[in-house]
């Protein structure tokens, strides 16, 4: 039998039974729509990441304070301090720029509207640009006003809608806890980086949160400490140097040895990886829920080609009596079977690509159709079909064509 | 000139294994010419239905030798013995055997999808020699028509035509006419006959004696074994029987 014969044959056994083949095909059909759906979410995350990347620049290092117990005969130290940050800008080279946070939250009030437990993040003036935040209204805070400590901030996006709404909030004062700010600018709206929600804070100069926020009984000896401090390091240095330069300086300001180190130092780039990790392994877990279903739609076919080799028994016996061999009955029901997983492939890509798009519209998720998905959803899809109709197929050309005859 | 089309030697055919086995048939010597229209009677059980599976390529004889149109068939493979079905042998059912919802060209035209011989008909000259086929049984008319669509009689002719499709060497009917009323059966026969005047050899199973009187031979199956051989008085030229009871 030649192949095209096979092939109008299965198709017409196909049509001959539409509600059938088309449960039949059902499993086929959601395992390659899952496939398609799930890598094209798990791309559009990784574009996500990739997107923030390029949006924070690789060239970022975080130094961020471990607090340490501290030995017998050790004082406990709070690990970074505001003068650090000054430090490295002065003492390590191929730094561009250093930025420093430190954080709280407050309970805010502008006229009648109250906000609990905003967060409130004192930094310095490099912070705009190593964060790559934009003034959308107003200005950013001096130098001078840091020195001064003078009673100023900045509101994300968010505060400044939830507050004022559409009017302009510049020149207004609100209340931060007990203390009177003048506001003197707005951002624009950032959004989420990471879990970091840019747009729902509000931003003054470092030292007023110190003085105002976070008061702290060790100050007096030890420095102001903070949380973090962000190095810009400049383009084309190596990173790598610039981080062992740190580490060299913050050690001898410490007093500490490599071993008893009160920072850490990460960079942007480990930051990504650990979440690309994550996501690899998001992926792999829906890979396999996905080939599951696969593999549960292949039984689906087998199942269903065994009732119909049973069924057609008497058909496989007329074939038989006028010179159909073993290889043809075979050929006939695997090309059914590889067919019944094809359409069922094709029909699943169909709505796993139309779900993506609906799912990425109705959800904030963002979803990249990857043509390698349908590929390798398509290839899986026709291997379980030619792997599960095997037997069916196998059992239909073993039949005797007497006892295939005789059956009603 | 005439050749021998069929010819067995001591075939056995046995059922089973052990105290249960059943021998079917006990060493039948048989042998038909081209040309012949031979029918097989016997009661129930006697082996009819074995040794025509035997003859047609559908089964293996236990033991003995079956030579057919001058190829020593009996030890061949599963394959095998499908393409000397498709070649050589058309074959007729008391039950039609046609598939259902096709269309009667599409049934005549299906021993020529497995037909792996070297001249390959096209598709078109295939459905050309079909609709031929169809027309010599009488059924040029209803070439689309489905078996549902069909009466016994006419579901029986489109077999017909299926048998000749692939020029057979012999056609092979089992009770053609068991299913059907006499008028329907009649006519069946007669288109038989037709077709035997032409040329064809044609082995049948029937139960009834007047549809055998009209062959040229009538073997009498017995328990396995050759009972008795009649001879119809249509007297065939080249006629040598070789008959051995058990
Ligand atoms: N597949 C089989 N398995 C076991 N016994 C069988 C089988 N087919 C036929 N027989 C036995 O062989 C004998 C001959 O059967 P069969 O050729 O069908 O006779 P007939 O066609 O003359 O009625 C019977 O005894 C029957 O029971
Ligand atoms: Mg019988």
Redesign the interface.
Same mark, same amino acid.
């Given at each position: 039998m030649k192949p095209l014969e096979a092939i109008r044959i299965a198709w017409e056994a196909i049509l001959k039974n539409k509600v059938r083949s088309l449960l039949t095909m059902l499993g086929i059909i959601i395992g390659v729509a899952a496939v398609i759906i799930m890598v094209a979410i798990s791309a559009g995350t990784e574009a996500t990441i990739q997107d923030q990347i390029t949006s924070l620049g690789s060239n970022l290092v975080f130094v961020q304070g471990a607090m340490t117990r501290g030995g017998p005969g050790q004082a406990p130290t709070g690990g970074l301090v505001y003068d650090d940050a000054a430090a490295i800008q002065d003492g390590v080279s191929g730094v561009k720029a250093v930025v420093v946070e430190q954080n709280s939250s407050e309970t805010i009030k502008a006229g009648d509207v109250t906000l609990e437990d905003v967060e409130i993040l004192g930094t310095t003036t490099g912070f705009p640009s190593v964060r790559d935040m934009d003034i959308a209204e107003g200005r950013y805070f001096t130098d001078q006003e840091i020195e001064r400590k003078t009673k100023v901030a900045i509101l994300g996006y968010d505060v400044a809608q939830e507050l004022f709404g559409d009017a302009s909030p510049i020149g207004e004062y609100i209340k931060v806890g007990n203390t009177q700010i003048a506001i003197i600018g707005v951002f624009k709206e950032k959004g989420l980086v990471g879990n970091t929600d840019f747009d729902s804070r509000i931003y003054m100069p470092i030292s007023v949160v110190f003085q105002k926020f976070t008061p702290s009984m060790f100050a007096r000896f030890m420095g102001d400490s903070v949380r973090m401090i962000y190095v810009e390091v400049e383009d084309g240095v190596n990173q790598d140097t610039v981080i062992a330069g740190i580490e060299r300086l913050l050690v001898k300001r410490h007093d500490v040895t490599t071993d008893t180190e009160d920072f850490t130092i990460t960079t942007q780039q480990d930051i990504i990886s650990t979440r690309e990790s994550t996501t690899a392994a998001f992926r792999s877990l829906l890979a396999w829920v996905a080939g599951v279903s696969l593999i549960v739609g292949g039984i689906g076919i087998m199942n269903i080609m065994l009732v119909s080799v049973t069924e057609r028994t008497r058909e496989i016996g007329i074939r038989q009596a006028v010179g159909a061999t073993p290889a043809d009955i075979r050929l006939q029901f695997l090309t059914e079977a590889l067919m019944l997983s094809v359409v069922g492939g094709l029909i699943g890509t169909l709505v796993g690509i139309s779900g993506a798009y609906i799912f990425g519209a109705l959800s904030d998720m963002r979803t990249v159709i990857q043509a390698s998905s349908i590929l390798l959803a398509f290839g899986s899809a026709a291997a379980v079909g030619a792997f599960f109709g095997y037997y069916p197929a196998n059992q239909a050309a073993q039949l005797d064509p007497i006892e295939a005859l005789r059956y009603e | 000139m005439s050749a021998t089309i069929i010819e067995t030697v001591d075939i056995t055919k046995i059922y089973g294994m052990g105290d249960i086995s059943v021998a079917a048939l006990n060493g039948i010597n048989l042998k038909i010419e081209a040309g012949e229209f031979v029918a097989i009677m016997g009661p129930s059980g006697s082996g009819k239905s074995t040794l025509m !599976?035997i003859l047609?390529c %559908?089964?293996q004889p236990t033991s003995g030798q079956y030579i057919l149109d001058g190829e020593d068939v009996s030890h061949l493979d599963? #394959?095998q013995l #499908? #393409?000397v $079905? @498709?070649?050589k042998i058309g &074959?007729i &059912?008391q039950a039609y @055997? /046609? %598939? #259902? $919802?096709t269309s009667a060209l599409r049934n005549v035209t %299906?021993?020529l /999808?497995? @037909? !792996?011989a070297d001249a390959k008909l096209s598709v078109e000259d295939g459905d050309q020699k079909a609709r031929a086929m169809l027309e010599l049984v009488g059924l040029g008319e209803r070439v689309n028509h489905q078996p549902h669509e069909l009466s016994g009689g006419q579901q029986q002719r489109v077999a017909i035509a $299926?048998a000749l499709i @692939?020029d057979p060497v012999m056609v092979i009917a089992d009770e053609p006419t068991g299913n059907l009323d006499s008028r329907s059966g009649e006519e069946i026969m007669n288109l038989l006959h037709k077709l035997h005047s032409q040329g064809t050899t044609i082995v049948m199973v029937t139960h009834d004696p007047k549809i055998a009187a009209h062959t040229q031979r009538t073997v009498i199956l017995k328990d396995g074994v050759i009972d008795v051989i009649n001879h119809n008085g249509n007297h065939h030229p080249t006629l040598e029987v070789q008959h051995e009871a058990a």
């Open positions: - | !599976h047609g %559908l089964s599963k #394959a #499908a #393409a $079905r @498709n070649r &074959f &059912f @055997n /046609l %598939l #259902a $919802r %299906l021993p /999808l497995y @037909n !792996h $299926r @692939n």
